[in-house]
């Protein structure tokens, strides 16, 4: 299989879907692989390292598309490069198609097979491939909330872990999953007051099993949530329903009840947001205010990090793109389950039960796009 690999275009996306070191690795597997010049840059990564790994370079995205029988992206197809998919074509990249009517018409028109890394799952019922970004996005999420909450960028001026004879800042994380872990913490370690809310019982013991004393847990009711919400300085949104849109769960009447400067962290963004009033950011301008709210809602917070997030999301990923490109996609998906649940898109029908519920569109269940 000929597999591409393209440069991000997302703006201030660093990362890159495909390592020199998963080069080699389809190479070896007498696959051929063309990535476009500079795609690797802004993860540290150079030509000459692709070069060595035996890929081919391409000066154009429009030559990678042209040769590719498999797209690798990070980032879900900005219009330009979705007008450059072709029927047959296979994309393996995060898509977030739920809260993205724009997108999900153009790659049902593309006629490609779209699969998701966000709706692989695993046989312990976890998705492996969100979860090296979900763990890298919960880390940053303390740090670019203490940031948020700086009086020069509108927040509280409230210092996360405080000093001697002042209480440090009050976090409020909402979900216990990857991302609400590792924010609760990194931001405990920080020296923040943490409470982590989730609507698990089982993971409400876990977490206290295994991090009791470090942070508290609480269970996510409504009340609850807004009890506590009063009381926070940063507010991290860390809620996930796999492949649809995110629930909404600060409102915007209630952002009156919460502390002025206040800092929310919408690390679910990527599905819509968590709360009402959130809208995707980027890395160049990733804050804005609401009602003396401060949001910090940046669509690719991993790409900050690039080089780690391109290693982690290449060290998971490589697997599966190894399968696909080994068995093709219909071999590869009757083969696993969990990668046939990364299928959201095929031959103009949306695959994905949470996608067509999101957006009112009938659905081809993946195993009859199987066999279609």
């Not at 993860?43 to 429009?62: K, L």
């Not at 090296?132 to 509108?154: D, I, Y």
């Not at 290693?311 to 599966?320: D, E, K, S, V, W």
């Amino acid at each position: 299989m000929h597999i591409g690999c393209p440069t991000e275009i997302k703006s201030q996306e660093f990362r890159v879907g495909l390592t020199p070191n998963a080069a080699h690795e389809a190479v070896t597997h007498g696959h051929t692989v063309t990535v476009q010049a500079g795609c690797g840059t802004g993860a540290g990564f150079s030509d000459n390292d692709y070069a060595t790994a035996g890929a081919n370079i391409a000066d154009t995205a429009q030559e990678v598309f042209a040769v590719a029988d498999m797209i690798v992206k990070v980032k879900e197809p900005q219009a330009i490069e979705r007008a450059m998919l072709r029927e047959g074509q296979i994309l393996f990249t995060y898509l977030h198609l739920a809260p993205d009517p724009d997108q999900t018409r153009d790659l049902i028109a593309s006629g490609a097979t779209c699969i998701a890394y966000e709706t692989v799952t695993d046989r312990n019922g976890g998705l492996p491939l969100l979860a090296p970004m979900s763990e890298v996005a919960g880390r940053l999420a303390p740090q670019v909330g203490a940031w948020t909450l700086q009086k020069a960028n509108g927040g509280r001026g409230v210092l996360l872990g405080g000093v001697p004879g002042v209480g440090p800042a009050r976090v409020l994380v909402i979900g216990g999953g990857v991302v609400g872990t590792h924010a609760a913490r990194i931001a405990a370690g920080m020296g923040a007051d943490v409470t982590v809310l989730d609507r698990s019982l089982t993971r409400l013991r876990y977490l206290d099993d295994i991090f009791g004393g470090v942070f508290r847990t609480g269970f996510a009711s409504a009340g609850n949530t807004m009890d506590l919400a009063r009381q926070a300085d940063l507010i991290v949104g860390a809620v996930l329903v796999p492949g649809a849109t995110a629930p909404k769960l600060i409102s915007r009447a209630q952002l009156s009840e919460l502390k002025p400067g206040a800092a929310l962290v919408d690390v679910a963004i990527d599905q819509g947001g968590c709360f009402e009033t959130s809208k995707a950011t980027t890395h160049e301008d990733p804050i804005f205010e609401v009602d003396g709210i401060m949001h910090y809602c940046v669509a690719n917070m991993p790409g900050a990090v690039a080089r780690t997030s391109t290693i982690a999301l290449g060290n998971a990923t490589m697997p599966f793109m190894l399968a696909l490109a080994d068995k093709g996609w219909r071999q590869a998906c009757a083969d696993d389950p969990h990668l046939l649940a990364g299928l959201n898109v095929h031959a103009g029908h949306v695959t994905y039960d949470a996608v067509g519920a999101a957006l009112g569109l009938d659905i081809m269940t993946p195993q009859d796009a199987i066999k279609a």
